[in-house]
């Protein structure tokens, strides 16, 4: 499976945009970009996910970079609710399991 | 429904004894998996059932642990002769084919004394 690289942890002001970076340089032409939160002691989260182009839904922004090796997770307006791990994680179109990987902890304050 | 449903939410057993989970997924969704997660580390996928065919099986899941999904609707994780190294915690998480979105359950947490 091709990997991704996410910072270990961030840290953002409440009522701040913030922006979660994910390098994937192996990426292959069938792998959906996801992107999965988990909060302390919850199961994780669906947040997002795209293939090429930017996507935005009621949690998030995802914005992919042009040659698909780097992605972003844009949280528009932070609130400490979005104190989380966040995944980032690479599933080809045909694939079900998610490889999470370590994620990034995003710390929020206020 | 309000989701995926584990249950019990926290197990505690003596090393050597079996343990059984149970999984209630969104009552529509056709696929299930299992996954655990060790503490610092994030969810590792253990299996996948599409209906009750069990498809997938990953390496992580030993001789001494087994699945099943009767019927295609609630499944039973059981882990026979624990060990300590298999305190972690269990998650279930379901979806509907054709779709991306995983929905997760809140765990089981097992604790190996």
């Known amino acids: 499976d091709a990997k991704t690289t996410q910072p270990n942890s961030m840290e953002s002001n409440e009522e701040e945009p913030v922006h979660l970076p994910c390098n994937h340089s192996?990426?292959?032409?069938?792998?959906?970009i996801h992107w999965y939160r988990q909060l302390p002691s919850q199961g994780p989260e669906y947040v997002i996910h795209?293939?090429?182009s930017n996507v935005n839904n009621r949690m998030a922004s995802l914005a992919i970079a042009e040659d698909r090796k780097s992605s972003t997770l844009i949280l528009h307006r932070a609130t400490l609710r979005d104190a989380a791990v966040y995944y980032c994680?690479?599933?080809?179109?045909?694939?079900?399991?998610?490889?999470f990987g370590k994620g990034t902890s995003l710390l929020v304050t206020p | 429904d309000t989701g995926v449903s584990q249950d019990p939410r926290h197990k505690i057993t003596k090393r050597g004894q079996n343990v059984t989970f149970r999984c209630d997924p969104i009552?529509?969704?056709?696929?299930l998996y299992w996954y655990r997660q060790t503490l610092g580390q994030g969810p590792e996928f253990l299996t996948y059932?599409?209906?009750?065919?069990?498809?997938?099986k990953s390496r992580l899941l030993s001789d001494r642990f087994s699945a099943e999904r009767p019927k295609g609707s609630f499944s039973t994780l059981e882990i026979q002769r624990t060990e300590q190294g298999d305190s972690a915690m269990y998650l279930c998480?379901?979806?509907?084919?054709?779709?991306?979105?995983?929905?997760f359950g809140q765990g089981t947490r097992l604790t190996v004394v």
């Open positions: 998480a379901s979806s509907l084919q054709g779709y991306t979105e995983a929905f």
């Open positions: 009552s529509e969704h056709n696929r």
């Open positions: 192996t990426i292959s032409g069938t792998d959906y």
């Open positions: 994680i690479l599933r080809a179109n045909s694939g079900y399991a998610l490889n």
């Open positions: 059932f599409q209906n009750e065919a069990q498809l997938e």
């Open positions: 795209g293939l090429t």
